[in-house]
């Protein structure tokens, strides 16, 4: 058994432990086997070497979340946790050969890596492929990984500029009907593009890109008649394409350009009687090659720990 010590410094550690320790009870329901103290900033912790370090990661992840938010929620905690676990190697730590290298440095010293076997597979495919579709089930980081490694392209430069893209199927396309100008109309279908640009960009430079259009956020039938050059492209949420327009999306691929597409193929919200471009590209696209297919499973999910539970209990239901 050993010790480590961690200190919060100037962080209130009730915003780490939780009301009534709540935050700790979530600790000690992943990591039963460690014996947890705590005394006003300090933290200590008894396990084996392979827990400590497990422990410490979280911790320090945990600090870095309360500072730069002011807040954790018990979910959130939970996540930490889950990710930490599932990252925890039990062979040798990887090597940046099998994609697991830091994509990218976002604000706060935060690092961007492929956490999971299938987002390493898309880190790799994308190296090797200029058109990539990252197929699997919600929590599975499909969209997070897929615009880290645009950003990454483009401070790399070896694109110009970032274009993310969504069908806004709830509106039927047109959002004619929503009240205020486009950007208000579209924001909610494009929020979770938002949220992972700010987990890797600050937030002036992110505005300033969007600004001079070097990042563009647009939902799907926007992009018809288009050309796009010298540009990473990410078609999110792809089950919802239909069979024309995941074709006409494609076909916008300019000199330069690399294009990666996410979806969940069992979570389709078209008509009944539109079939899903998606599963029809699964069956006729594979084989060309420089068009790769990663398929995504239950054991990638990073969310809330109950997300797998629920993803197995439904394919048993199916099945």
Excluded: W
């Amino acid at each position: 058994m050993k010790e480590i010590q961690i200190s919060l410094g100037e962080t209130d550690p009730l915003l780490i432990l939780g009301p009534n320790n709540v935050n700790l009870n979530v600790l000690k329901e992943y990591f039963p086997e460690v014996r947890f103290m705590s005394r006003g900033s300090e933290f200590r912790m008894h396990a084996s070497e392979a827990l400590l370090n497990q422990l410490e990661s979280v911790m320090q992840k945990i600090i870095q979340e309360v500072e730069r938010h002011g807040h954790i929620s018990v979910q959130r905690v939970g996540e930490i946790a889950e990710q930490v676990k599932v990252d925890a190697p039990a062979t040798p730590a990887a090597t940046p050969e099998d994609g697991s290298e830091v994509l990218v440095y976002g604000p706060n010293h935060l690092k961007v890596t492929a956490r999971t076997q299938g987002q390493k597979d898309m880190v790799l495919s994308a190296k090797e492929n200029d058109i990539v579709f990252c197929i699997g089930p919600a929590g599975t980081g499909k969209t997070y990984t897929a615009v880290a490694l645009a950003v990454q392209a483009l401070k790399e430069k070896e694109v110009r500029r970032i274009v993310l893209v969504r069908p806004a199927v709830e509106a039927g396309e047109s959002l004619g009907f929503l009240p205020g100008d486009l950007k208000e109309k579209i924001d909610p279908y494009l929020r979770p593009l938002y949220d992972a640009l700010g987990d890797m960009i600050p937030a002036e430079k992110l505005n300033l890109y969007m600004e001079k259009n070097i990042i563009e956020i647009v939902p799907l039938a926007y992009m018809r008649g288009r050309t796009l050059n010298q540009s990473f492209i990410i078609l999110d949420e792809a089950q919802n394409a239909t069979e024309a327009q995941l074709k006409m999306f494609l076909t916008r691929m300019g000199n330069g350009s690399r294009i990666m597409v996410t979806g969940d193929e069992t979570q389709t919200d078209l008509p009944k009687n539109q079939k899903s471009g998606l599963v029809q590209a699964k069956q006729i696209l594979r084989g060309i090659k420089g068009i790769g297919f990663v398929q995504l499973q239950p054991s990638d999910v990073l969310r809330h720990r109950l997300i797998r539970k629920i993803l197995k209990a439904y394919e048993e239901a199916e099945a």
